[in-house]
């Protein structure tokens, strides 16, 4: 809360940025499903919000969702399911390592591979190797 009264969003955005706050809104979201072990919570059209921090990336899902039990295995893949990713690491952890390391994607990647897909361990190792 912003000491003396009420909040101007022009305020609010200029101590975010003071503070290495970014906002940025994902748009045409269809859907957003959270699965536990024995649930699926589905959320279709939510509103996104992702806040980063000091490069951490905390994602904001806002709706009311359908919570429904999971079926059978692991996985069971849903009429609208996406194809699965190509295999590698993820590419927030590469953009990631990317950013902190300021390597390139192909950099990035190899590291993670090298450091059995651990992003902080990834960081140091590219790091660490230019002081040897």
Not at 7 to 22: C, I, T, V, Y
Not at 104 to 128: D, R, Y
């Amino acid at each position: 809360m912003i000491p003396g009264g009420g909040r101007d969003p022009r305020q609010m955005q200029m101590m975010m940025r003071r503070l290495g706050m970014k906002t940025e809104e994902v748009r045409d979201v269809e859907e957003v499903i959270v699965r536990t072990k024995t649930k699926e919570h589905v959320f279709v059209a939510p509103e996104v919000t992702i806040l980063t921090v000091q490069g951490i990336r905390t994602y904001q899902v806002v709706g009311n969702p359908e919570i429904r039990p999971r079926g059978p295995g692991p996985s069971t893949p849903t009429p609208s399911a996406a194809p699965l990713p190509p295999s590698g690491p993820p590419e927030e952890d590469v953009r990631l390592v990317m950013e902190q390391a300021n390597v390139s994607h192909e950099e990035a990647v190899e590291a993670l591979q090298a450091s059995n897909g651990e992003p902080a361990e990834a960081i140091l190792k590219i790091l660490t190797r230019g002081s040897r």
